[in-house]
């Protein structure tokens, strides 16, 4: 099973950027799906980002397409989310999560990590 550890949460102001970062441990990296997913209070979890073992394919919340990125490094095993143009409602504890179905959904992912809290103020 990968281990996940997430970095790069934050508070910042509305309209700013942040770039969360993901660790995977093991010799697999390649072969997962990976996602990040968002918790906010009294909210459900939501996959607001996902990328397949072969980087072309992506997926997005359409609540966050044009301003999230994601992508993945397989030979220093992370991944990563660009966040641009930040509004207070992407306030939420980010996780990072392993898997292997694609499409994925939240309740495909296998993994998670601790998750890392951004705060968008107003």
């Known amino acids: 099973q990968v281990q996940l550890v997430e970095s790069g949460g934050g508070l910042v102001q509305a309209g700013g950027s942040l770039r969360l970062a993901c660790a995977a441990s093991?010799?697999?990296?390649?072969?997962?799906?990976m996602g990040w997913l968002r918790q906010a209070p009294g909210k459900e979890r939501e996959l607001v980002a996902a990328i397949g073992r072969n980087v072309a394919n992506t997926v997005y919340a359409d609540s966050v397409k044009g301003r999230f990125t994601i992508s993945r490094d397989n030979a220093n095993t992370r991944v990563y989310l660009q966040i641009n143009s930040l509004k207070p409602e992407d306030t939420a504890v980010y996780f990072c999560a392993a898997g292997f179905m694609w499409p994925p959904s939240p309740s495909s992912f296998a993994s998670w990590g601790q998750g890392t809290q951004v705060t968008v103020s107003s």
């Open positions: 093991g010799r697999t990296f390649s072969s997962y799906v």
